[in-house]
């Protein structure tokens, strides 16, 4: 059975950082691309950054260019995010999501990021 | 930017038929867009139902089905069950530096 689940999230003041963790199991990880999908409070899903098998691609979405860097390790079966320069409209619940052969299949139960001061 | 659009709200009720539909600002949805489907409960995890159109996971229910429709991707519920009122939101494949989009997400419900 396919598990993954995601850790780091806090309350943080604007400005600040987290790094995000999303452990994996189940799966051969290194083998997929993976995703962070984010959701604020009463909103809608937004699809945040990706990453390839060996972590040689990254994309992001335009509002987290710069500051937010997607990572992994095939070692350790993990997934990362760490965000630095955080503002208030980064409170959300992120998700770690497996997306291989445009399928979104498995979803990680999410981490609650909130920025306030 | 791409946007990628979706009904705010749909009604249907118990045993009826509804499609839902996703748009994008760039043009006709094909194939090529690898079009997601998801549920979303309310306090729940987003539980995919449909993915590349029409293909199904082995969770997925037999009355929902994806299709492309009149330049659009569409998610139809077939025999809707009170138990299918949720928030369904579309993810569209664009390519280039920012690849995934997600629509805004169709509000529900069964009355």
């Known amino acids: 059975e396919v598990q993954l689940v995601e850790s780091g999230g806090g309350f943080v003041q604007p400005g600040g950082s987290l790094r995000l963790s999303c452990a994996a199991s189940?799966?051969?990880?290194?083998?997929?691309?993976m995703s962070w999908v984010r959701q604020a409070p009463g909103k809608g899903l937004e699809w945040v950054a990706n990453?390839?098998?060996?972590?040689?691609?990254?994309y992001y979405v335009d509002s987290v260019k710069g500051r937010f860097t997607i990572s992994r390790d095939n070692a350790k079966d993990s997934l990362y995010l760490q965000m630095n320069s955080l503002r208030a409209e980064d409170t959300a619940m992120y998700y770690c999501?497996?997306?291989?052969?445009?399928?979104?299949?498995?979803w990680g139960q999410g981490t609650l990021v909130t920025v306030s001061s | 930017q791409t946007v990628v659009t979706q009904e705010p709200s749909l009604t249907v009720s118990p045993g009826g038929t509804v499609t839902l539909t996703c748009a994008s600002s760039?043009?006709?949805?094909?194939?090529?867009?690898?079009p997601n489907w998801f549920q979303q409960k309310p306090g729940q995890t987003p539980r995919a139902l449909i993915y590349s159109t029409n293909n199904k996971h082995s969770w997925t229910p037999a009355r929902f089905s994806g299709s492309l429709l009149g330049g659009k991707a569409a998610l139809t519920l077939s025999g809707v069950q009170p138990e299918d009122e949720a928030d369904y939101y579309c993810l569209l494949f664009h390519g280039g530096a920012q690849p995934w989009v997600f629509g805004g997400g169709t509000k529900l419900t069964v009355l």
């Open positions: 999501v497996k997306d291989t052969n445009w399928n979104y299949n498995y």
């Open positions: 189940g799966l051969t990880f290194s083998s997929h691309w």
């Open positions: 990453i390839n098998e060996d972590g040689s691609q990254k």
């Open positions: 760039t043009g006709a949805v094909t194939s090529g867009y690898y």
